[in-house]
């Protein structure tokens, strides 16, 4: 039975990359590249990575979906002309593309058949010296604790990859404003949801530190609404970046920089965080910048203002 | 002390940029400075304690191997460090005149400049697989925001061509990570060289990071990203990216070949990696030999002189090895330099086609003079830093009877020489009747100068090399010629 699903979702996996990159339509594509992100969650979480399926869910399927429909949007808006259908060009690269692929596929399938099956030495070692940080969720131990620099350049990565994007488009117009929220449902429906995805994210942050969830996760939701109050008009793409909206894209960085370094005054080690509150601390600031650099990337702006419906 | 100096190297660029964005306009330019004037500072006390003994090596987070991360800096890292200070530096002076930090261009461009800052300094002291591969996408991605601050859509086309290839080359590095972890259960560089034993997977690993990070130092024939990209960003992004950026991915190779991978009977592979730098020699200088545009010729001449790096695989001896890092660093301070002059040259003309240089010398005299003594050096004439890294290249493949590769060496210095007569002799021609009455901007004295000083330090590096020769010498693993 286990092994029918597993192989079921392998093969669906397969068949729906296939869909995303060969669709006849760019929207096609991204339908099949979200459906690949929620397929690909449930094989993370087949494989006992909850951690890694919450992340892909969120992540590569929801905000990463929602940022190529807008791009898509884009495109269509620039040159409405344009067929939206891509022409198929057809490379001569693909096919000994395609066999290096699939030889790769092969060698790391056959090294994983022969790999023993005992968690690596670090994994180990994380297991052990878990107890110690008074978290029991090990990824949280890893990403927070034990390999910190990692999580806090990711952050910075994030920035930079933000910052890039900000150079791209600075000199687009600005979208122009999606249709107003006056539908009789939405306002409620918004009532309901905002504050929906709001709870869910801090309980994603807090549940971080003893089971699946962290900052990245629910960053990711918190997202979601942001990127929902777009959809629904109640916050527009503005140009300039108010001290209000450049303050918690860099929380984040700052404070886990702060704190690390403010570690090596007391005669610790650099980034060797103080307690648990420390943990607790960067990961809501980690999740304030995450979420609002996905939502501003959505808005394809540097700042954002209120709309009053 | 020296902790306190490491930690700064990385957080010092990092909270910069984040408080550019938070600080009022008129402050930038002192938080700039702030933040860049004493990097070599910095520099100074880990260089005593890497002099002393060696290495500097520090547990992040104070967790041991292999649960955390480790930073350790020897004589190559620091080696880069300092060349990386040195054009953060220069290279920012020019940059101050460009993107004034107060403009809103200077906003878009300073936080990433930090940041590209940052990462390399985070990318040369750690010691840990993984945590090299975040600091390279660090890298790359702010290098290509820095590409696309340009506006012209030539810049944003390469901008984009280049993140596709680079994001396409992390997946291929993270690739092999993964499988090295999975068979030795540890991320540190130089533990996983004393347990990995050669065999299908460590090899498909090692394959796959190596190719992932040759198309990230665009070694020919995976440089096509790179002279677009280069030849069209804004000026000192162009010298900071073939200074040093496409420097660290080499960087990282060298350490996996010559650390992780250390004794791994490979000749085969040896003499392919030195073919591609022989491809890149001959390719790169080739096409710059062609190009109608002066900073094309120069990012061209970056995929050639790229090529010099890998000839340490065939060669693997300590001369070798010295000249490979000292070639690395004044190949740096020269093309640095090429990229600064050719910069502000397009900004005063509006244009670098080579047609319209004409007469230069006349008119931009300093610049153009950057230009020659640069060139003086990336040609390798005695007695620049440029000389010193192809004579010991040349003596080198002399040790070990390599003619073929002396050839090479002899022949990449004469093509070197062509191409860049080539934009001398240009500059210095007069044309008889003085038809460019067109309208220049006499580029800031800042911003020449700044070019000026880092060819004179290509040049000057020739007298200082005993030191680095000694200190390089120090770092070299130790693989026995064969």
């Known amino acids: ?309 | 002390m020296t902790e306190a100096a490491l930690a700064g190297l990385v957080f010092l660029p990092l909270l910069g940029a984040c408080l550019l964005l938070l600080v009022p306009r008129q402050w930038r330019t002192a938080l700039v400075l702030l933040v860049v004037v004493p990097l070599p500072v910095l520099l100074l006390p880990i260089t005593a304690v890497v002099w002393q003994q060696q290495a500097v090596q520090m547990a992040v987070a104070g967790h041991a191997l292999p649960l955390g991360i480790v930073w350790r800096v020897d004589a190559l890292s620091l080696l880069l460090l300092w060349l990386n200070a040195f054009l953060l530096v220069f290279v920012g002076l020019q940059a101050l005149t460009r993107f004034p930090p107060a403009t809103p261009a200077g906003l878009r461009f300073w936080p990433l400049w930090l940041l590209l800052a940052a990462g390399i300094h985070a990318l040369l002291l750690s010691a840990d697989l993984f945590n090299l591969y975040v600091t390279l996408e660090l890298v790359t991605l702010a290098g290509i925001g820095l590409i696309a601050t340009s506006n012209r859509p030539a810049a944003l086309q390469a901008a984009m061509r280049y993140l596709l290839l680079a994001l396409m080359a992390s997946l291929l590095y993270l690739l092999g990570v993964g499988l090295i972890y999975a068979e030795i259960g540890t991320l540190d560089l130089y533990e996983a060289g004393n347990l990995l034993e050669p065999g299908l997977l460590p090899a498909t690993a090692m394959v796959l990071m190596i190719t992932g990070l040759l198309v990230k130092a665009a070694i020919f024939p995976l440089h096509a990203w790179l002279p677009a990209a280069h030849g069209n960003a804004p000026g000192p992004v162009s010298a900071l990216l073939s200074a040093i950026v496409v420097k660290v991915s080499i960087y990282i190779v060298w350490r996996l070949w010559f650390w992780t991978a250390e004794g791994w009977p490979m000749p085969a592979l040896e003499l392919f990696l030195g073919l591609l730098g022989a491809g890149a020699i001959l390719y790169g200088s080739a096409l710059a030999l062609v190009q109608k545009r002066l900073k094309m010729v120069i990012a061209y001449s970056t995929v050639a002189q790229l090529g010099y790096l890998m000839l340490i695989f065939p060669l693997a001896s300590l001369l070798a090895w010295q000249a490979a890092g000292f070639h690395l660093v004044s190949h740096g301070l020269a093309k640095a330099a090429l990229f600064v002059a050719a910069g502000n040259i397009l900004a005063s003309l509006g244009t670098d086609r080579l047609r319209r240089l004409a007469g230069l010398d006349q008119r931009l005299p300093l610049d153009v003079f950057t230009l020659a003594l640069a060139s003086v050096s990336l040609m390798g004439l005695p007695p620049s830093g440029g000389f010193i890294g192809k004579w010991l290249f040349l003596q080198a493949a002399w040790e070990q009877g390599a003619w073929g590769w002396m050839a090479l060496i002899a022949l990449g210095g004469l093509l070197a020489a062509a191409y860049l007569f080539r934009i001398l002799a240009l500059t210095c021609f007069h044309p008889r009747s003085h038809g460019h009455s067109s309208r220049l901007r006499e580029p800031p004295s800042r911003a020449s100068l700044a070019g000026l000083l880092l060819a004179l330090a290509a040049i000057g590096l020739g007298f200082a090399s005993a030191p680095i020769l000694t200190m390089l010498a120090s770092a070299w693993p130790g693989v026995i010629a064969p």
Do not use: C
């Not at chain 1, 090294?111 to 690596?120: F, Q, T, W, Y």
């Open chain 1, 1 to 309: 039975m286990n092994l029918a699903v597993d192989s079921l979702i392998g093969l669906g996996l397969v068949a729906l990359a296939w869909q995303a990159i060969s669709g006849r339509s760019l929207f096609r594509g991204i339908v099949m590249f979200v459906v690949f992100g929620l397929t690909m969650a449930l094989a993370w979480a087949r494989m006992g990575a909850p951690d890694l399926a919450l992340a892909e869910a969120a992540i590569g399927a929801g905000v990463t979906g929602a940022l190529m429909l807008v791009a898509l949007r884009r495109l269509v808006q620039l040159h409405p002309d344009q067929p939206a259908e891509p022409k198929r060009a057809r490379s001569r690269l693909a096919l000994p593309i395609a066999l290096l692929a699939a030889s790769l596929v092969a060698v790391i399938g056959l090294g994983a058949v022969s790999v023993d099956r005992e968690p690596g030495r670090a994994g180990v070692a994380v297991m052990d010296n878990l107890a110690e940080t008074g978290l029991s969720n090990p990824i949280t131990g890893v990403l927070l604790v034990f390999r910190n620099l990692d999580t806090l350049l990711e952050v910075a990565v994030l920035l930079a990859a933000f910052l890039a994007a900000l150079a791209v488009f600075r000199d687009q117009e600005q979208a122009p404003a999606p249709p107003r929220g006056d539908l009789p449902l939405v306002g409620a429906l918004l009532a309901i949801i905002v504050p929906l995805t709001i709870l869910v994210s801090v309980h994603l942050l807090l549940a971080g530190s003893h089971e699946p969830g962290g900052a990245f996760q629910a960053g990711a939701v918190l997202a979601a609404g942001g990127v929902l109050l777009i959809l629904a008009g109640r916050l527009q793409p503005a140009s300039g970046m108010p001290l209000a909206t450049a303050l918690p894209l860099v929380l984040g960085l700052l404070v886990f920089s702060v704190i690390g370094l403010a570690m090596m005054l007391t005669g610790a080690p650099l980034l060797a965080l103080p307690g648990l509150w420390a943990v607790y601390l960067i990961e809501a600031a980690m999740m304030i910048s995450i979420a609002l650099t996905l939502v501003l990337l959505f808005a394809g702006a540097s700042g954002l203002r209120r709309e009053r419906p």
